[in-house]
């Protein structure tokens, strides 16, 4: 595998469901990111883990709850969520270090829809 | 105001023609700046960079305005393969890994 994987790529989900969504990143990166992109809205920044330690989270419901549990993996749980919490969740990793930016490499998304 | 703000299109153009696109952002420490391509079901890929004097990639142009704080990507000759939304992207002050995203600029390159 090369790059930046996710499983699933697709998920229909109830809304007392509990499930994760993973990604796994082949790069050797040590920063990774959860994006949510809903229909005609930006990428909305979830949380950034670099070196595993969380150092972002942009308000996200507490429904949300992210673990890395090393550096080349990412979860994002789900529980209790809501309708309007369907959307395609990326995930992305990147080599964070000195420079002012490191390009983010993505990977091709979980599709979530919640019923 | 929306942070960063684009033409949601579609732009519909004859294969060959030239187009351009612009964004603004509103935060004026803003560091860094890139265009993203993101094709139909598929992740966003960094397309280039965006650097004060300019920059060319074969046919991509890319050009930051700071004081107006405007980016613009021009695309020559347009190809059918080229038919994507196109996400201006900005980094805040200090730089770092956290991406501010537009909302995309959807463009289609018809015969």
């Known amino acids: 595998e090369t790059g930046v994987t996710q499983t699933p790529r697709h998920l229909v989900m109830g809304m007392t469901n509990k499930k994760s969504l993973k990604c796994e990143q082949h790069l050797g990166h040590n920063a990774m990111y959860w994006y949510k992109q809903s229909a005609k809205k930006p990428l909305e920044l979830m949380f950034v883990y670099s070196l595993e330690e969380r150092v972002e989270n942009n308000s996200v419901p507490s429904r949300f709850s992210p673990e890395c549990p090393n550096s080349s993996h990412l979860f994002l749980h789900l529980h209790t969520l809501q309708p309007e919490d369907s959307a395609l969740y990326l995930c992305?990793?990147?080599?964070?270090?000195?420079?002012?930016?490191?390009?983010?490499?993505f990977g091709p998304g979980t599709r979530l829809t919640v019923l | 105001r929306k942070e960063v703000e684009q033409d949601p299109g579609p732009f519909n153009v004859p294969e060959g023609a030239t187009v351009a696109f612009n964004c603004t952002y509103s935060?004026?420490?803003?560091?860094?700046f890139f265009w993203y391509r993101q094709d139909c079901r598929k992740e966003p890929k960094l397309l280039m960079s965006v650097y004060s004097s300019g920059n060319e990639d074969g046919r991509f142009t890319a050009q930051l305005n700071r004081a107006s704080q405007y980016i613009s990507l021009l695309i020559r000759d347009s190809k059918l393969s080229d038919s994507a939304t196109y996400l201006c992207?900005?980094?805040?002050?200090?730089?770092?890994?956290?991406?501010?995203f537009g909302t995309g600029t959807q463009l289609k390159v018809e015969l």
């Open positions: 992305a990793s990147s080599q964070a270090g000195d420079r002012a930016y490191n390009e983010q490499f």
């Open positions: 992207v900005v980094t805040p002050t200090g730089g770092g890994n956290k991406l501010t």
């Open positions: 935060n004026s420490a803003s560091q860094s």
